[in-house]
């Protein structure tokens, strides 16, 4: 939940991306209750823009009831790798973890990526799906990460030459990752963790979930907004 928010200006000129309302609830509340549902009772979140404005939203929520802890990246925005680097100390153990964009609005049975997280053993299993975009994720006829691609740049990465037509499928931003991850990250800094899952893909297994039924929406655009409120207006009708 630490980015900027760019695309919702100037919504996010005031207030975090988190806070921003849809169908009159803040996108984190929804996901927190989202994630509560599913029986999660543990969240660390990463704060970095008007990072006191979540931290008083999760007071006067009383943390939703559960454990909800801060990664503090307010001096250095750490991206999506660095930011899980940061919050090792929280998620290293025995159990895999959710890592969950805050703008993504879906309804993915967390259940059923987890046990198929499970049965499969990856080191990470990213949630993925048809639908329009430029960039995606290839896999083999085993759904084992194989590349990215770029339509937009023509730009193609391949982790191995593929003896098998890849499929091209977009990433939803939702993971469930083994703790064995932080063993492989070696990057410092800021960093994006699809290219960690590109670099190390040919060695540990990178698995995709596809979940193309139902609904997913990337809030992090008013047009997105928009269609998460029809969305929710249309299921409480």
Known sequence: AAGMGTRLRPLTDRTPKALIGVAGMP???RLIHKLKAFGI?????????????IEAYLKKNKDFDI???LSDERSDLMDTGGGLKRAKWFLDGKSPFILHNVDVF??????????????QKPIATLAV??????????????MRLNGWQNEKTNETILVSIPTVPLKKLAFSGIHVIDPEIFEL???KGPFRIIDSYLDIASTARIMGFEDSN??????????????AEKIIKAREE
């Open 27 to 29: 996108m984190i509340g």
């Open 41 to 53: 009772d543990q969240i660390i979140i990463n704060i970095h823009h008007f990072p006191e404005q």
């Open 67 to 69: 454990e909800i802890v």
């Open 106 to 119: 879906s309804d993915i049975n967390l259940q059923k990526m987890i046990s198929f997280h499970q049965q």
């Open 129 to 142: 799906r048809h639908r329009n975009s430029s960039r995606f994720l290839l896999f083999d006829d085993q």
């Open 185 to 187: 990250l070696d990057e």
């Open 214 to 227: 139902g609904y997913f929406v990337d809030m992090g655009t008013v047009d997105g907004l928009e269609q």
